[in-house]
C-alpha cells in the first residue's frame, strides 16, 4: 500500500497514462505499506494522473495498493473493494454482497473507474460498479480521497481507480498463472470456492500484446457459527456464484515519445440459483440464513465490457499530450419477487405476479488534456483539456417487458484548465482551477408502472450548466515534511431513475417536475505529513458540505428511494508506520474517524445523523508484517468502533424518513486477518485467513438499516463471513 498528496489536477485520469513510465516509483503509504524504497520521496509521479508534476507538487490525499500487496489482501477478502476496505478506514465497511449501494468513502459515494473510465451509471445507479473486471487484471488501485469534479460526474466521496496490468517490459514472451482455492471450516464441501486465472504477454521492438482469461466459483458462505449466510435474494450476492473474464490489450510504440493502445475487457458473475433466503429475526438477533432450494427467475447476475482506446504523446510542441476514447456496456440482472411494487391486474391478479428487473447502460466518452509549462514562465504549469459522455440508461422488468425506468440519455461536455505555480524554490506550490460542466437529460415520454397509477409522463430535456473550482496550497519548509491546505467542488446528480420511476400523480412534465440541480460537494482538507528515516506519519482533517444532498432511504417495500436534504461530513485520518531494528519487520496504525448530520424536516436545521446506509463507523487498523528472502507474512487487526445515532421521530412519508426512529445503534465489531507467502524461483505459494477468530457478528450495513417492521427488514439481517481459508500458487514464466 502506498501513500501520497494529490492536487486536483492529479484526478483527471487516462488510461493513456497508465502504459507510460511503468517504471516510476509511488510514494509510500506511511499506514500501511510495507515494502518501499527510502530513497522514494521528493520526485514521485503519480502514474494514473494526466501530470508529470510529483506527487509533493499536489495538495490532496490519495492511496495506491498494488503489486503483491494487492494480491495478497485480494486472496484474504476476496475482492477489489473488499481489499481496499479492508486497508483504508476511511472506506466504510463493505456489504459483502454484489451491491455496493451504501458504501462510502469518507461519508459519500466514490467513483469506481478502470483505466480513468468511469464505471457508474449516474441516471439510474445499480450499484455494481465494483464488479466490472476481475482483480487478476489489476496492477494496482489508485484512491483519491475528497471531492472533486475533475474527474466528472460521481466522485463527491472519492475515486477508486483501478489500473490494469502492464505492458510487457522486455521482448519475447512471459506470463503468469495462478491456481488458488478457498474453504471455510471443517472444509464444508458446499463452502469450497476455487480460481484459475492466466496472463500471456508478447513484446517485440515496438508491438506488444497481453491476453488473459479468469474462472472463479465460490461457494455458499458461513458464519462465526458455521450457519448458512443468507442469500440477497433482490440485490445479488457473490457466494455461491461463478464468475468469467476476459482481458486484451494491444499497444504499438510510435515513436519514443508516443503511443498507442487499445484495451479490451468483458467481466460477468453470476449467481447459481441453488439457494432460497430464510428470514432472520432483528429482535432476537437471529440472522438471516439460505436453504437449499430453487428461487423462482433467473439468478441476479452482473455484466460489463469496456473497450478503451489511447494516444500519449510525450513531447508535443513542448508537452504532453493525452487522448482516450471508450465505450463501456453494463447489465445488471437483479433478484426477483412478488413485490407490491410489481403488481398488475391486467396481467395477473395482485398479489400473485413475480418480476425482476435488469439494468442495461452504455456510455461512450473520451478524455483529452494537453500539459506544459508556460514559455517563459517555467515555474508555471498549465494542463487544459475537454471531457465528453454520452450515458444511456433504463431499467426495465425482465418477466413481463415493462419499462420500470424510461430509456434516458445524459450528455456531459466538460472543459477545464488548471494550474500549478511553484515559489521559492519549491518550497510553496500554488495549484488550483476551473472545470465547466453542461449537463443535459432527455427523457421520452413513458408510462409509471401500475403501483404508481399507470400515470402518463411527458418526456422533457431538463439540463444545468456549472462552474466548479479547486484551489490548494502545499508548503514544504524542509526535506521530509510537508502540509498543504485544499478546496475542491464536486458533483453528482440525485438517482434520476429512482425518481422518475416513483412518479403517482398525473400531469406531470419531466422538464417541469425534476430537479436536475446537481449535489454539489464542497471539499476542504488539511493535512501535514512526515517521512524521514524509519517514520512516516500523517494526518489530515476535512470537512465537506452540500446544501443540496442524496440520501437514501428504504421505503416498505425494502427498495431504496432518493431524498434531497442538505449534508454536512468531517472526519479526522491519522496514520503511523514504524520500521522496526529487526530487519525486515514493520509496524503500523491508521484511524479514521467521521461524523456526518442531516436536516429531517426541511427546516434548514442539520438535526440528525447521517445513518449506516450514508455513512461508516469511526475505525482503528492496527497491522505488523515481515519480508526477508523470499518469506513475508503479516498480521493485521480492524477495530469498527461503537456508534450511537441521534434520531428523532418524524412525521410519516415526509422526507424526515431518514431519521428511521427503529434505527439500529452499532455496537462495533473486531477482525483479524493474517496472511504468509513463501517464493522459491519463479513460483509463489500463500496461505491466508480471513477473520482468523472466527468472530460472528452482523455486517454494518444490515446491522444499522432501518428496521420498519417490515418483512423486507429480516429478510435483509445479514451476518458476515466467519473464518476464510485462501491456498493459493501464482507461477511466472
Known amino acids: 500500500m502506498f501513500r501520497s498528496s494529490l492536487s486536483a489536477i492529479a484526478l483527471m485520469s487516462s488510461a493513456a497514462g497508465f502504459a507510460q513510465d511503468r517504471d516510476v516509483p509511488i510514494a509510500a503509504n506511511p499506514a500501511i505499506t510495507e515494502a518501499v524504497e527510502d530513497a522514494i520521496d521528493q520526485e514521485i509521479v503519480i502514474t494514473g494522473a494526466r501530470t508529470r508534476l510529483p506527487a509533493t507538487a499536489l495538495p490532496m490525499s490519495a492511496d495506491v495498493l498494488g503489486g503483491q500487496a494487492l494480491d495478497d489482501q485480494i486472496a484474504v477478502s476476496g475482492s477489489v473493494i473488499d481489499a481496499i476496505s479492508a486497508r483504508l478506514p476511511a472506506f466504510s465497511p463493505t456489504r459483502e454482497k454484489l451491491s455496493g449501494s451504501g458504501e462510502t468513502l469518507r461519508g459519500r459515494s466514490p467513483l469506481y473507474a478502470i483505466n480513468g473510465v468511469p464505471q457508474s451509471t449516474p441516471v439510474r445507479d445499480g450499484s455494481r460498479d465494483g464488479f466490472t473486471i476481475d482483480p487478476f487484471f489489476i496492477d494496482r488501485v489508485e484512491v483519491i480521497y475528497g471531492s472533486n469534479a475533475l474527474q466528472g460526474i460521481g466522485a463527491t466521496g472519492g ?42 504477454g508478447y ?79 432483528r429482535i432476537t438477533e437471529r440472522p438471516t440464513t439460505s436453504v437449499r432450494g430453487n428461487p423462482e427467475g433467473v439468478p441476479a447476475a452482473n455484466r460489463a465490457e469496456l473497450l478503451s ?123 488550483g482551477g476551473l472545470r465547466y460542466e453542461k449537463v443535459k437529460l432527455s427523457v421520452a415520454d413513458f408510462t409509471t408502472l401500475a403501483f404508481y397509477g399507470s400515470r402518463q409522463v411527458d418526456g422533457g430535456k431538463p439540463a ?23 478546496y475542491a467542488e464536486g458533483y453528482s446528480i440525485a438517482d434520476v431513475g429512482r425518481i422518475l420511476r416513483g412518479i403517482n400523480t398525473n400531469g406531470v412534465d419531466v422538464d417541469t417536475f425534476l430537479s436536475l440541480e446537481p449535489v454539489v460537494s464542497n471539499n476542504r482538507e488539511l493535512g501535514v505529513e512526515w517521512k524521514r528515516g524509519a517514520l512516516t506519519a500523517s494526518a489530515s482533517y476535512w470537512w465537506s458540505s452540500s446544501k443540496l444532498g442524496s440520501l437514501l432511504v428504504r421505503n416498505p417495500d425494502g427498495i431504496f428511494d432518493v431524498v434531497r436534504a442538505p449534508i454536512e461530513i468531517e472526519g479526522l485520518d491519522l496514520a503511523l508506520d514504524a520500521k522496526l531494528p529487526v530487519s525486515g519487520l514493520s509496524i503500523g496504525a491508521a484511524y479514521a474517524m467521521t461524523r456526518g448530520r442531516t436536516d429531517s424536516n426541511q427546516d434548514d436545521k442539520l438535526d440528525v445523523d447521517l445513518d449506516g446506509a450514508n455513512i461508516s463507523p469511526d475505525r482503528l487498523n492496527l497491522y505488523a508484517s515481515y519480508a526477508r528472502g523470499g518469506l513475508d507474512a503479516r498480521i493485521a487487526a480492524r477495530f469498527y468502533l461503537k456508534r450511537d445515532f441521534d434520531l428523532i421521530a418524524v412525521e410519516p412519508g415526509t422526507a424526515g424518513q431518514i431519521a428511521a426512529e427503529d434505527a439500529n445503534s452499532f455496537d462495533g465489531y473486531t477482525l483479524i486477518d493474517a496472511a504468509i507467502a513463501y517464493r522459491f524461483g519463479k513460483n509463489r505459494v500463500s496461505l491466508s485467513a480471513m477473520n482468523l477468530t472466527d468472530k460472528r457478528y452482523i455486517t454494518y450495513f444490515s446491522d444499522t438499516r432501518p428496521a420498519t417492521g417490515s418483512n423486507t427488514s429480516d429478510s435483509t439481517y445479514f451476518a458476515g463471513r466467519g473464518r476464510t481459508i485462501t491456498l493459493g500458487l501464482t507461477r511466472e514464466f
Not at 225 to 252: K, L, M, Y
Not at 257 to 269: C, D, G, P, Q, Y
Not at 464 to 480: H, Q, S, T, Y
Open 203 to 281: 513484446r517485440g521492438g515496438a508491438l506488444d500484446l497481453t491476453g488473459g482469461v479468469a474462472f472463479e466459483r465460490r461457494g455458499i458462505f458461513l458464519d462465526g457459527n458455521g450457519r448458512r449466510i443468507g442469500i440477497d435474494s433482490t440485490q445479488g450476492d457473490i457466494q455461491d456464484s461463478d464468475s468469467w473474464s476476459v482481458f486484451g490489450r494491444f499497444g504499438f510504440q510510435l515513436s519514443p515519445t508516443a503511443r498507442i493502445e487499445l484495451i479490451a475487457n468483458r467481466f460477468e458473475m453470476e449467481g447459481r440459483g441453488r439457494y432460497v433466503t430464510v428470514n432472520g429475526n
Open 464 to 486: 444545468f450548466e456549472k462552474l466548479l473550482g479547486n484551489g490548494g496550497v502545499v508548503i514544504e519548509p524542509m526535506a521530509g515534511l510537508r502540509a498543504y491546505a485544499s
Open 309 to 431: 482506446a489511447s494516444l500519449t504523446e510525450s513531447d508535443l510542441g513542448g508537452g504532453l499530450l493525452s487522448v482516450q476514447a471508450f465505450f463501456s456496456r453494463t447489465r445488471d440482472t437483479f433478484g426477483g419477487s412478488i413485490t407490491g411494487t410489481f403488481q398488475d391486474a391486467t396481467i395477473a391478479p395482485i398479489g400473485t405476479l413475480f418480476d425482476q428487473s435488469v439494468n442495461n447502460s452504455r456510455k461512450v466518452g473520451g478524455k483529452l488534456s494537453y500539459e506544459r509549462t508556460v514559455p517563459g514562465l517555467d515555474a508555471l504549469t498549465l494542463i487544459g483539456g475537454v471531457d465528453l459522455l454520452h450515458d444511456r440508461t433504463a431499467q426495465s422488468l425482465r418477466a413481463t417487458g415493462r419499462d420500470w425506468v424510461p430509456p434516458s440519455d445524459f450528455f456531459s461536455v466538460a472543459p477545464f484548465l488548471q494550474g500549478n505555480l511553484k515559489l521559492l524554490d519549491g518550497k510553496l506550490r500554488l495549484a
Open 159 to 200: 475515486v477508486v481507480n483501478q489500473v490494469t496490468v502492464e505492458a510487457p517490459k522486455t521482448d519475447g514472451v512471459s506470463g503468469l498463472a495462478l491456481v488458488q482455492g478457498t474453504a471455510q471450516d471443517g472444509l464444508d464441501g458446499e463452502a469450497l470456492g476455487g480460481k484459475i486465472a492466466g496472463l500471456v
